[in-house]
């Protein structure tokens, strides 16, 4: 049983990094091999929209960039389950963290689905400003799984204020979405 989590903060000790690690804890305590890959440890380029806006994604499911893509999303293929938590940017999705699920929910299309669809996920926003924008961001979030037909596992928000109960809540759900695997 293996379980990934993507961050997507450039900070290995702020508040979204401690969220995934709190994440691969509880899936650890339910007895699954975890990894943490910071995705900002990578080199992923945005999407190019190749010829007319669809390129090899569409027909084949690879990506024609060679960067660091290919690498990350077989890390989340190979998984059993997977953790996405990205700090609040503006009220989205972190740079780094649309640069990777714009490329593979467009990959997902033409890999027909092929190790996303009703995978476990948890989606996890962090805003750790004003806490504004965090419902846009997680709305964000719910697309992206909408879009790969993954199985929610959990949505969770993280506010400055909220951060030390929802990182029980977070490493709870990463407990029980890895004890419900298989049920
Ligand atoms: C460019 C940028 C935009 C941000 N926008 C928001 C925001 O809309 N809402 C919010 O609550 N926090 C916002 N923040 C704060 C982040 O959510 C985050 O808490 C902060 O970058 C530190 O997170 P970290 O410790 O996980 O790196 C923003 C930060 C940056 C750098």
Redesign the pocket.
């Known amino acids: 049983m293996k379980v990934v989590a993507l961050q997507g ?3 290995d000790d ?4 401690s969220l995934a690690e709190a994440a691969l804890d509880g899936a650890a305590q339910a007895g699954a091999e975890v990894e943490l890959v910071g995705l900002t440890d990578h080199e992923i380029a945005h999407c190019g929209q190749c010829a007319d806006g669809w390129g090899k994604c569409r027909e084949e499911g690879l990506c024609v960039i060679d960067d660091g893509f290919a690498d990350v999303r077989a890390k989340v293929l190979e998984a059993d389950a997977w953790v996405l938590v990205t ?5 989205e999705l972190s740079e780094c963290v649309k640069a990777f699920t714009d490329r593979l929910r467009r990959c997902n299309i033409g890999a027909k689905g092929e190790g996303l669809v009703e995978k476990p996920v948890i989606g996890v926003a ?9 419902a846009t961001c997680l709305v964000a979030i719910d697309r992206l799984f909408s879009h790969t037909n993954a199985e929610i596992a959990d949505l969770i928000t993280v ?1 400055r204020r909220s951060a030390d109960y929802k990182r029980e809540a977070v490493r709870a759900a990463a407990r029980a979405m890895v004890e419900g695997i298989g049920e």
């Open positions: 903060s450039p900070n702020g508040l979204t990094a700090p609040v940017y503006f009220g962090a805003a750790g400003g004003s806490g504004g924008g965090i506010t």
